[in-house]
């Protein structure tokens, strides 16, 4: 099945540092989300994006499906962004509708 | 417009007894999606309904587990006889489109299961 990679596992920045959070995949994929989980465990939708850039406020992300890879921004990072990052991804073949596909997370730690 | 609802939101049971956990689904969403997240660990699929039907259960363990998404009601995840390594968080998700998994899946807050 599909592999789901992120890097890197674990990141502590200092309030207001920039980050480049990186999700790679081992075969084409339909779907691709980011997810914040908060540390009350809650899962927050970042983005949908199977391909292609979006924006919203301080983060943004870039997937490149040809390439296998997608990456997430953080820009200005504040405490409360600390949480575990998620990709997950969809191949959408035969057997696997629905199936999302997630990685381990990157655990990122925002210190004041 | 309320979001996936779960419920309950902690649930604590003895080893042998059984669990019953609840998803509605975001309105206008008729797919839904079970996921279970150990402890340290990604989320992984479960199960995927849609309205009274089981349109993927391979990530279901063979014994103990089962799902229904009835024609009125929540969706249900039912585990029998519940030992201590089903402690976890459990997620539902839905969807207003799955096939080819072309929308986006959103979930709720999940329900921490702890088994004693």
């Known amino acids: 099945g599909i592999q789901v990679e992120q890097s890197p596992p674990d990141l502590i920045l200092q309030e207001g540092a920039n980050s480049t959070l990186r999700c790679n995949f081992s075969d084409s994929v339909n779907n691709l989300q980011w997810f914040h989980q908060n540390p009350w465990g809650q899962l927050i939708n970042l983005f949908y994006i199977p391909s292609g850039t979006k924006q919203n406020g301080r983060l943004s992300a870039t997937t490149v499906a040809t390439e296998r890879y997608s990456l997430l921004y953080i820009s200005s990072s504040q405490t409360t962004d600390s949480g575990v990052y998620f990709c997950a991804v969809e191949t959408g073949s035969r057997g696997s509708q629905g199936n999302l596909i997630f990685g381990k997370g990157t655990k990122l730690s925002v210190k004041p | ?116």
């Open chain 2, 1 to 116: 417009n309320a979001g996936v609802m779960q419920n309950p939101r902690h649930l604590v049971r003895r080893r042998g007894q059984e669990a019953r956990l609840r998803c509605s689904p975001m309105k206008g969403h008729s797919h839904v999606y079970w996921y279970r997240q150990l402890p340290e660990e990604g989320l992984k699929f479960m199960v995927y309904l849609q309205k009274e039907n089981i349109i993927d259960e391979s990530g279901m363990p063979k014994e103990r587990f089962s799902a229904e998404f009835p024609k009125e009601g929540p969706s249900i995840l039912r585990i029998q006889q519940v030992v201590r390594g089903d402690s976890a968080a459990y997620f539902c998700a839905s969807s207003p489109v799955g096939t080819g998994g072309t929308d986006t899946q959103y979930f709720g807050p999940g329900t921490r299961l702890t088994v004693l």
